[in-house]
């Protein structure tokens, strides 16, 4: 099976990292698993990220006051390592404190986990693991 390595061939492929998949998947699917402080810093960590790449000053320092994290310490204390071990940490704490409410939904093929809980496609191989639909013509013979 070395079909994923032919596919490769001219295409601009995203290396496939397990941590940032991970932090993706679990914050992006799991935000209910969040302690309140993480929610928002979540936000906070959204609302710095849009205001680094807005052009308008305006903007970003209306972003920052209406999500930032300066007027809760918490927040701020939270944040304080950088945006990236911010999540790292909650999906890692998430990870640990709700290991049986977490689904990691892993294609059966590669072991890669994919891009949501209910996806039956995986976008590293190409892998598809739908399940078989009853051959409608079969049972519709009218
Ligand atoms: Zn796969």
Same mark, same amino acid.
């Given at each position: 099976m070395n079909?994923?390595?032919c596919s490769n061939?001219?295409?601009d492929t995203i290396e496939y990292? !397990?941590?940032a998949e991970l932090d993706k998947y679990v914050l992006a699917y799991y935000p209910n698993l969040m302690?309140?402080?993480e929610a928002l810093g979540q936000k906070a960590a959204f609302a710095e990220q849009k205001a680094e790449n807005t052009t308008s000053k305006a903007m970003a320092d209306k972003l920052r006051e209406k999500w930032g994290s300066q007027n809760n310490? !918490?927040?701020v204390a939270a944040l304080s390592k950088g945006v990236e071990i911010f999540r790292?940490?909650?999906r890692n704490r998430i990870l640990q404190d709700h290991a049986d409410d977490v689904f990691l939904n892993r294609?059966? !093929?590669c072991d890669k986990l994919v891009r949501t809980p209910k996806a039956k496609l995986c976008l590293w191989c190409g892998h598809s693991w739908h399940e078989k639909v009853p051959d409608k013509s079969e049972?519709?013979?009218q």
């Open positions: 079909r994923q390595w061939r001219g295409m990292d !397990e941590e302690t309140r402080l310490p !918490e927040v790292r940490t909650v294609c059966p !093929e049972t519709n013979s």
